[in-house]
């Protein structure tokens, strides 16, 4: 199956600074990538999906200025969670779909768990 | 509007059958899915169904019933390592994934 994957696992950061989580698709070229937070216990909530060569569409709600997400290449989308606040610690996490695959189905990244102090 | 219903907690023992049912209702229809997701990681795909019926695969299989907004997930030959969350999502229009929070379950030795 195709392989994405995400870096840092862990991130623990003072509240105020960026904190970048990068997101590679490994054996195939994503032209969109999905990314995802989800607190203990809640849903997976989509928070934008991102646009190789184009700026990302944004889920109502989620602050374009506060969470930079930047797609340039077909396998690498990177989210920046700019001057973070401890009610920005969750789980993130990015998908991909592989491109002519006849199911919708999405692989994902391990995660990023952000921890602001 | 989208929505998904879960039990929110199952309890099975190990070795038992299980079964976790998820009704929905999305704006159109392209298919459901149903991922697996451990305490702290990310959501691992298990099944899709697209058409009515049952799609068996090892010891997990799903069924899909279209007219019904119906879908469930069954579990034989539980294992402890099956101790996870599942989620049942199915696919809108617009090929976007609707998520629930979904059906922690629990296996008892």
């Known amino acids: 199956g195709a392989v994405v994957s995400q870096h840092p696992s862990w991130v623990i950061c003072k509240s105020g600074t960026s904190v970048k989580i990068e997101c590679r698709s490994l054996?195939?070229?994503?032209?969109?990538m999905f990314w995802y937070r989800q607190f203990p216990k809640q849903s997976l909530m989509l928070m934008a999906t991102?646009?190789?060569?184009?700026?990302?569409?944004?889920e109502q709600g989620v602050e374009k200025d506060k969470f930079l997400i930047n797609h340039a290449s077909l396998t690498l989308s990177t989210l920046t969670v700019t001057s973070a606040h401890p009610e920005d610690s969750s789980f993130y996490i990015c998908?991909?779909?592989?491109?002519?695959?006849?199911?919708?189905?999405?692989?994902f990244g391990e995660g990023s768990r952000l921890t602001v102090l | 509007g989208q929505n998904i219903d879960q039990p929110t907690e199952m309890t099975a023992t190990e070795g038992a059958i299980v079964q976790i049912n998820c009704t929905y209702q999305?704006?159109?229809?392209?298919?459901l899915f149903w991922y697996q997701q451990h305490a702290g990681e990310a959501p691992t795909f298990l099944s899709y169904?697209?058409l009515d019926g049952l799609e068996e695969k090892g010891r997990f299989s799903s069924f899909l019933s279209r007219s019904k907004g119906y879908s469930y997930l069954l579990l034989k030959e539980l294992q402890m390592k099956d101790s996870a969350s599942y989620l049942c999502?199915?696919?809108?229009?617009?090929?976007?994934?609707?998520w629930g929070a979904g059906t922690k379950l629990i296996i008892k030795p």
């Open positions: 999305t704006s159109g229809f392209n298919g």
């Open positions: 998908s991909a779909r592989v491109p002519g695959q006849d199911t919708g189905e999405l692989f």
């Open positions: 054996d195939f070229q994503a032209t969109t």
């Open positions: 999502a199915p696919m809108d229009s617009n090929y976007q994934l609707i």
């Open positions: 991102s646009n190789e060569g184009s700026k990302a569409t944004y």
């Open positions: 169904n697209v």
